[in-house]
């Protein structure tokens, strides 16, 4: 990580620690997901910034050195967004490249729809755009199909799932979810995860036990709970959506995806990528990369194939 300048930046009436490398006049900003932090992106920073780019990646609001404000409310889409917007005001560009994952492409999603203008070209990885279903709640949806042991239905109390997580060590939790190459619904059963077994977890290829420990140590700090809270704030960010009910995305988009992740294989969403529906809803959808035998944590788990595609389609721009 040698070369790679942290500092803290207010924004949007909190705190957010930035990782940062490179020096050129287009900034590449990197938004990651859940339980991830800025370090997701480090293959791609070291990288990218090599090549003439200016990377940035925060911890997003509630995770790692960041602020983490207790209040759900505090996790709505408008406060996430709001405060990628105003990161990307402090650096003094116009407009950036966004690159994000998981709940990072989410919020990558919805700064398309909010401020356009902002993004010069995007590449998202994992979780797909669909236009807001105006007639049900998102937790409903998640229920009726999934049932109430869905992860996500499973996060919505307060305390519940940060206190079964506390019954695991961290790093063995890390390591669980990184290392997850089930492509079925992530469910959290009613009776508690499972006891932690006795054996040591062998490690992929493409991580390291120092990988591990540097997640571990922010979220033995910090908690999960602010992580949690984007979960929370689904229904309320749904509400609020309501005026950008069927808005597309309009700037250029790439999308990255693993055969293995498990929202490729849920809620249809490869009938959805490759019926055409997808990019009626993005039209200047360029390219859909599908990398067979890849789970979700496809930025980590691929850097280099990532990067490549990533270099290959901002280079256009």
Known sequence: MEGIVHRTVQVNGISMHVAEKGEGPS????????????????????????????????????????ECPRDVTAYTVFHIVGDIIALIDSLGREQVFVVAHDWGAIIAWILCLFRPDKVKALVNMSVVYRPRYPSERPTDVFQAVYGEGFYICRFQAPGVAESEFARVDTAL???????????????MPKEGLPDPPNTQMTLPTWLSEEDIAYFASKFDKSGFTGGLNY??????????????????IKVPVKFIIGDQDSTYNAFSTKDYIHSGAFKENVPFLQDVVVMEGVGHFINQEKAPEVTEHIFEFIKKF
């Open 173 to 187: 939790l890390i390591k669980r979810f990184l290392t997850n190459h089930n492509p079925r619904p992530l469910t």
């Open 27 to 66: 900034v590449v900003l990197f938004l990651h997901g859940f339980p991830e932090l800025w370090y997701s992106w480090r293959h791609q920073i070291l990288s990218l910034s090599s090549r003439g780019y200016r990377c940035v990646a925060p911890d997003l609001r509630g995770y790692g050195d960041s």
């Open 231 to 248: 979960y929370r704030a689904l229904d309320l960010s749904w509400e609020l959506m309501a005026p950008w009910t069927g808005v597309q």
